[in-house]
């Protein structure tokens, strides 16, 4: 309902008559609820007020039940609104008490009408265009095809082989973090990182693209009831859970689709940086705890460890 015009299905007196019956509803309702909150009072033996409150609650719901098939009888007659309308949902925007301080339904309605403005002028202006295409010869043609650079190709999509290798060089640089490669579910691949005796990385790969990382404690189960490796619970421990979101961040900076395995190996330096985790104090403060957390943070590029509020 824009600018209070009603929708020609419905009946306007009838439309007046429901709201004059949900009025008188809502007064029936209040005196059930005035009867319940003043109980039995002014009557001078217990039997006559309890017969007095009883008398008055029947009327109350009488009048409740009177009121509302009153009301449903006028809801039949009201009638439906449209159903082309154009914005659908967005309708019910325009029963807001407070329509001057927020306009949201007028504001579609100009946007709507502006949007079907614009496909309209954009279809003429496509026919108009078509009618009048430049004709370009085959030596035209030839000249713009040499000069227009050629798109990089992007291998998203890596034999087994290979990201297997690349993991394996990995695992082989650095003696203090084991990695584990599996296949459960086809050709991604899931690692489990062992970093020491401090924490355990499962690492999700879409060929040799990080997908997922979840680091939980070193005496923490990663597996599933069936065997499996959880990629879905996080640790019980707030540190680990702080590490996740900082590997999850990790993955956003290590950015380099032309190179997947200098991404990896980058990744897998910045995540051996934990092997202090409990040891390193923080860079800026000098402390090794704060909120009773270690520093939690390892910089990007200097692999310093920061606490989380220090790092900033």
Known sequence: MADGVLSPGVNLEAFSQAIAAIQALRSSVTRVFDCLKDGM???????????????????????????????ERLSNLVGKPSENHPLHNSGLLSLDPVQDKTPLYSQLLQAYKWSNKLQYHAGLASGLLNQQSLKRSANQMGVSAKRRPKAQPTTLVLPPQYVDDVINRIDRMFPEMSIQLSRPNGTSAMLLVT???VLKVIVVMRSLFIDRTIVKGYNENVYTEDGKLDIWSKSNYQVFQKVTDHATTALLHYQLPQMPDV??????????????????????????????????????????????????
């Not at 007020?49 to 109350?60: I, L, N, P, T, W």
């Open 263 to 312: 991404v990896v190996r980058s990744f897998m330096t910045w995540l051996r940086s934990y092997i202090k985790l409990f040891q390193a104090p923080c860079q800026r403060c000098g402390k090794f705890l704060q909120d009773g957390l270690p520093p939690t943070w390892r910089d990007f590029r200097t692999l310093e460890a920061f606490h989380d509020t220090c790092r900033q």
């Open 195 to 197: 970093l020491g005796k």
């Open 41 to 71: 009072r002014n009557k001078e033996t217990l039997e006559g007020r309890e017969k007095g409150f009883v008398a008055a609650f029947q009327d109350s719901l009488h009048s409740v039940s009177r009121d509302l098939g009153e009301l």
